[in-house]
């Protein structure tokens, strides 16, 4: 499967973006897929991650309460909605697939990638 990342930008802190990824190739509701991020200086880290098909969700402490991740089997498509944004959030931003039912949380459990987006809070 190959993984297109999009929606990263621009924002001040408080403000809100939607991060899509796009898949093709193999079929798509057969991947648990994942939203990570790596901060300069810090490691790739899972921020939201999301099961095949009973729509499970994981997220870390720090996107509780302010990000969703949801997934358009239809549409071959996995979104991050991102809310209350802080300076602390900005980060290249990572969708990652892995075949199977149940999501993962580290980056060696996940065998595609997408190419990142940056998303830059501003203070």
């Known amino acids: 499967v190959q993984l297109q990342a999009s929606g990263g930008g621009l924002v001040q802190a408080g403000g809100s973006l939607r991060l899509s990824c796009a898949a093709s190739?193999?079929?798509?509701?057969?991947?648990?897929l994942g939203w990570f991020r790596q901060a300069p200086g810090k490691e790739r880290e899972c921020v939201a991650a999301?099961?095949?098909?009973?729509?499970?969700?994981y997220y870390a402490d720090s996107a509780k309460g302010r990000f969703t991740i949801s997934r358009d089997n239809a549409k071959n498509t996995v979104y991050l909605q991102m809310n209350s944004l802080k300076p602390e959030d900005t980060a290249v931003y990572y969708c990652?697939?892995?075949?199977?039912?149940?999501?993962?949380?580290?980056?060696?459990?996940?065998?595609?990638w997408g190419q990142g987006t940056l998303v830059t809070v501003s203070s």
């Open positions: 999301i099961n095949r098909s009973d729509g499970s969700t």
């Open positions: 190739g193999r079929t798509f509701s057969s991947y648990a």
């Open positions: 990652a697939a892995r075949p199977g039912s149940y999501y993962y949380i580290r980056t060696s459990d996940y065998d595609y």
